[in-house]
């Protein structure tokens, strides 16, 4: 099961740092992505770390996001700074490993960037 926190109301220019958190088993040998979603639009990949820890950003946010795993603490971040008012959406981080068929969610956070 997966816990996604962190989010909050910042102001542009700011910083925040989202958590992922595996309860009950280790994040080793799972991929994980971070979505974003705001309202009325699509469901937007913004980063994604791999299982041998390659990771990739989204265009909009290469650059200011961050993507890294601890997995002492079974958990995968998601550093933001230079944080703009259109990276405001609801966040969400998903994972699979190699022998699974789908993803497992977390319930999303709110992160929203006043101007």
């Known amino acids: 099961q997966l816990q996604a926190s962190g989010g909050g109301l910042v102001q542009a220019g700011g910083s925040l740092k989202l958590s992922c958190a595996r309860t009950g088993s280790t994040f080793s040998g799972y991929a994980v992505n971070w979505y974003r979603q705001a309202p009325g639009e699509p469901r937007e990949l913004v980063a994604s770390?791999?299982?041998?820890?390659?990771?990739h950003y989204a265009v909009s946010v290469k650059g200011r996001f961050t993507i890294a795993r601890d997995n002492a603490k079974n958990t995968v971040y998601l550093q933001m700074n230079s944080l703009k008012p259109e990276d405001t959406a609801t966040y969400y981080c998903?994972?699979?490993?190699?022998?699974?068929?789908?993803?497992?969610w977390g319930q999303g956070t709110q992160v929203t960037v006043s101007s």
């Open positions: 770390i791999s299982t041998g820890d390659s990771t």
């Open positions: 998903a994972a699979i490993a190699p022998w699974e068929s789908d993803y497992s």
